[in-house]
Protein backbone atom coordinates (compact mmCIF):
# COMPACT_ATOMS: atom_id res chain seq x y z
CA UNK A 1 0.00 0.00 0.00
CA UNK A 2 1.42 3.27 -0.83
CA UNK A 3 1.65 6.17 1.36
CA UNK A 4 2.06 9.67 1.33
CA UNK A 5 5.50 9.49 2.65
CA UNK A 6 5.87 7.29 0.07
CA UNK A 7 4.67 9.61 -2.57
CA UNK A 8 6.27 13.02 -1.19
CA UNK A 9 9.68 11.93 0.16
CA UNK A 10 11.61 11.25 -3.14
CA UNK A 11 10.25 14.93 -4.21
CA UNK A 12 11.41 16.56 -1.27
CA UNK A 13 14.54 14.95 -2.22
CA UNK A 14 15.01 15.86 -5.51
CA UNK A 15 14.23 19.36 -4.36
CA UNK A 16 17.15 19.51 -2.00
CA UNK A 17 19.62 17.33 -4.36
CA UNK A 18 18.63 20.41 -7.11
CA UNK A 19 19.05 23.32 -4.35
CA UNK A 20 22.28 21.65 -3.20
CA UNK A 21 23.71 21.66 -6.98
CA UNK A 22 22.72 24.90 -7.53
CA UNK A 23 23.82 26.19 -3.88
CA UNK A 24 19.83 27.12 -2.89
CA UNK A 25 20.17 26.75 1.07
CA UNK A 26 17.99 24.12 3.02
CA UNK A 27 16.81 27.03 4.90
CA UNK A 28 15.01 28.77 1.63
CA UNK A 29 13.85 25.47 0.56
CA UNK A 30 12.40 24.59 4.08
CA UNK A 31 10.68 27.87 4.15
CA UNK A 32 8.99 27.40 1.16
CA UNK A 33 8.05 24.19 1.29
CA UNK A 34 6.63 25.44 4.81
CA UNK A 35 4.74 28.00 3.11
CA UNK A 36 3.22 25.37 0.66
CA UNK A 37 1.93 23.23 3.67
CA UNK A 38 0.65 26.30 5.36
CA UNK A 39 -1.75 27.19 2.15
CA UNK A 40 -2.69 23.54 1.66
CA UNK A 41 -3.81 23.52 5.01
CA UNK A 42 -5.40 26.85 4.71
CA UNK A 43 -7.95 24.98 2.48
CA UNK A 44 -9.02 22.05 4.98
CA UNK A 45 -8.35 23.44 8.97
CA UNK A 46 -8.87 26.32 10.71
CA UNK A 47 -6.22 28.86 11.86
CA UNK A 48 -6.31 27.49 15.74
CA UNK A 49 -6.12 23.48 13.99
CA UNK A 50 -2.95 24.84 12.12
CA UNK A 51 -1.65 26.50 15.21
CA UNK A 52 -2.26 23.60 17.28
CA UNK A 53 -0.26 21.18 14.97
CA UNK A 54 2.23 23.80 14.53
CA UNK A 55 2.91 24.59 18.37
CA UNK A 56 2.80 20.30 19.07
CA UNK A 57 5.56 19.85 16.55
CA UNK A 58 7.50 22.81 18.42
CA UNK A 59 7.17 21.04 21.72
CA UNK A 60 8.70 18.28 20.31
CA UNK A 61 12.05 20.02 18.95
CA UNK A 62 14.07 17.89 20.56
CA UNK A 63 16.39 15.16 18.29
CA UNK A 64 16.38 12.44 21.20
CA UNK A 65 12.79 12.75 21.24
CA UNK A 66 10.84 10.19 19.90
CA UNK A 67 7.63 12.63 17.75
CA UNK A 68 4.64 11.22 16.27
CA UNK A 69 3.28 14.04 13.91
CA UNK A 70 -0.38 13.44 15.19
CA UNK A 71 -3.68 15.83 14.25
CA UNK A 72 -4.74 16.35 18.20
Not at 20 to 30: C, G, L, P
Not at 56 to 65: F, G, I
Amino acid sequence: MTTARDIIEPHIEAALAEAAEKKISTDAMARIMFEKVLRIWRETRTPEDIRTEIMEAADHLDPDEDFMFMRP
